[in-house]
């Protein structure tokens, strides 16, 4: 059996990694799982897959965690530092699936133990690429990609051929074909509306602004080990071919399948193997047709963003995400419009450069540093409130 740990594992992709380990129980010994907030999904998790630690990171509820967990056996805590130390827990295969920047130390914990991570938080590499990498060097661990892109690119990326470019494909989310005065006004409920996959609040938004895939664009020049010209974007409406690497040869090699996040899941539960998953099995004939077509910049503006901040280099990247953190939250909230989003970063790029950062102290610094500069440009300028659903006032981004 092996041994497995979930940090998220309420989240979207948690769950689908749940869904999986419940209909595989003589393959996989789960330890751990780490959630947000979410007391009661947790314990039901913990409950049905018999863990030995349940851990949620809002020290407020550890009281209401115990009380719905009492004589199950399982140990419980809460808190920043209990989750780093639930990481921390020698295991064989461990999901990093915690959205946000705020899933870097609990990342870079799991490394250290030298297993398989299954890294599904974009974010981790797009602010510590290189420390990442450097770690993975010295423990031995191995990272894969759960995101749909890069594990299709993964799956058919052979090193020892010459790469021409690799192409990340994206579904163009709820507002493809929207004009900029139909975006202006677009409320959170629209946004968050994704037209093929189901996720959560923060990444649904990250993928109608095509943010998600500025930050896929950093996350694949770490992972893969290519410079910003050679990956390239192309919207596929119908999320059935995942991404894929031209050869120099002309060759495009290309990795197809139903858009369900399972899929990619169980190739690193499995991996280097394969399992069987749930997943409807693709069928070519009753979609018919596959249509493609290159991303506007101008409606879409957080592409050449996360381009601009990979050319920078150094601490861009980690500065860039902070502040779409901060921006998305906000228009979630209701604070700022849409469009605005896309200001709010620009402003903090602009202002705060790529200041030297090589360890993680120094990084979470700089990354502090652009949440408040991100907070300030919001809180200090004449943003027009945008007509919201009520219900995402106090709704927060994460479950």
């Known amino acids: 059996m092996r041994s497995v740990t979930v940090l998220g594992s309420t989240g979207s992709v948690g769950q689908s990694t749940v869904d999986l380990l419940k209909r595989n129980p003589e393959a996989f010994d789960v330890r ?34 115990k009380s719905v967990l009492a004589g199950s056996g399982i140990e419980v805590a809460a808190g920043r530092q209990a989750l ?8 064989e295969w461990t999901m990093a699936a915690i959205v946000g920047a705020r899933g870097l130390e609990p990342t870079l914990a799991a490394i250290d133990n030298g297993g398989i991570i299954a890294v599904a938080n974009k974010e981790c590499l797009v602010c510590a690429g290189e420390l990442i990498t450097a770690r993975l060097g010295r423990t031995g661990a191995t990272l894969l990609p759960v995101d749909s892109e890069h594990n299709a690119i993964f799956q058919v990326f052979q090193r020892d051929h010459t790469v021409r470019r690799i192409v990340l494909t994206a579904s163009g989310g709820p507002f493809r074909a929207a004009d900029r005065s139909v975006m202006a006004a ?12 189901s996720m959560g609040a923060k990444i649904s938004v990250d993928s109608a602004t095509m943010m998600n895939k500025g930050l896929e664009i950093i996350e694949a020049s770490y992972l893969f080990g290519l410079s910003e010209d050679a990956i390239d974007v ?12 031209e050869y120099a040869d002309g060759s495009v090699l290309a990795q197809l399948g139903t858009p369900d996040m399972r899929i990619p899941i169980a190739y690193t539960l499995a991996w280097p193997k394969r399992m069987a998953t749930p997943a409807e099995t693709l069928d070519l004939a009753a979609i018919a047709s596959l249509t493609f077509e290159a991303p506007d910049a101008i409606r879409f503006p957080c592409l050449d963003l996360a381009r601009s901040a990979l050319r920078t ?13 901060v921006a998305v939250e906000a228009f979630l909230r209701g604070r ?24 993680l102290v120094g990084i979470l610094a700089i990354d502090a540093e652009a949440r408040r500069h991100a907070e300030a440009t919001i809180s200090g300028r004449s943003w027009r409130v945008r007509e919201t659903d009520h219900k995402w006032a106090n709704s927060p ?3």
């Open 32 to 65: 751990v799982l780490t959630a947000n907030r979410n007391v009661e999904l947790l314990a039901e998790q913990a409950r049905d897959l018999k863990v030995e630690t349940a851990v949620v990171a809002d020290e407020a509820r550890y009281d209401e965690l």
């Open 313 to 325: 280099g150094g601490t861009a990247p980690a500065i860039l995400n902070a502040a779409n953190e």
């Open 186 to 197: 677009a409320t959170p409920a629209q946004a968050v509306a994704h037209p093929v996959w």
């Open 397 to 399: 981004v994460e479950g």
């Open 234 to 245: 192309l919207v596929h409406p119908q999320s059935v071919i995942h991404s894929m690497v």
């Open 84 to 91: 780093v130390e639930a990481a921390a827990i020698p295991v």
């Open 336 to 359: 700022i419009g849409f469009l605005d989003i896309a200001a709010v970063n620009d402003n903090v790029q602009s202002a705060l450069g790529a200041p030297s950062a090589t360890d």
